[in-house]
């Protein structure tokens, strides 16, 4: 698979990433633990060496999988994990990114992981409770340390961005970014591109929606978070199937899948745009890998924008909780 710079520090990674996330948290039942070790290490097989957890996936045991799958291909493979929750009694009890807690679970994350340096280090969500300059320092110790190698952030706003960026370089900005949640065009990625940080899009094919495999009959198991998401309701779901046809009109003409087409997309806006879709199954896994071999002329991408933009999207992304965590 071809390679993605993020940043300007020298992270190098595969074009396509592996957001680990819904192997056990978040979807539904968990997947098998030796099922998902397979996954991983079959994603490694075909070329990808991007990996994303973090430390509040479970909490922890994402992590852990992680780095048991990963172990044998270490030097081969970039892992990326997250800090920024208080934990007690292996439950998260909010947003905590002062300076003693990352230290503190940074640690936590180095044993689970099986390594002696993490890759990619994000804070997960803002802290409006600690200064953005006193994580960006507390991160930048760390890597003089030899502890963590590169920085970046989730879900942070461009002023956020700027202001840990001037005390350390920020190598990565982790958003939700899809045809159908295009906020980061407007608020975050012209800021990215002037200081040379990467983008790696979550939820890069709607919660799956953008596949093509749910619709408005689709029932999700009860712990499945998709429950919600106001975007993913019944009325919502049926609504939105206008933006999945689109994706497989243009499907049809490129011999390829909606999830492709949805992949390819983000991989044409920007050079350094490094999608990290997740799945559950090998074939899946195989469906997201054959993205990066698609190529969207500039006549796909005018009519996947012409059409895309009349065509109204139905429902908010996340409820409101889950945002406030967001706009803090």
Known sequence: MKKRLLGKQGLEVSALGLGCMGLNFSYGK???KNDAICLIRSAVEKGITFFDTAQVYGPFTNEEIVGEALSPFRNSVVIATKFGF?????????LNSKPENIRKTVEGSLKRLKVDVI?????????????????????KELIWEGKVKYFGLSEANALHI??????QPVSALQSEYS????EPETKTMSTLEELGIGFVPYSPLGKGFLTGKIDENTKFEPTDFRNTVPRLSTENRAANMKLVNLLISIAEKKSATPAQI???WLLAQKSWIVPIPGTTKIHRLEENIGAADIELTKADLNEIESAASQIKIHGQRYSEISQKMIDE
């Open 30 to 32: 968990p997947t098998d």
């Open 262 to 264: 949805a992949l390819s």
């Open 86 to 94: 208080s934990y007690d009694n292996g439950a998260s009890t909010g």
């Open 179 to 182: 045809i159908w949640w295009r």
């Open 119 to 139: 890759d990619l280090l994000y804070q997960h969500r803002v802290d409006p409770e600690v200064p953005m300059e006193e994580v960006a320092g507390t991160v």
């Open 162 to 167: 700027r202001r840990a960026h001037e005390v």
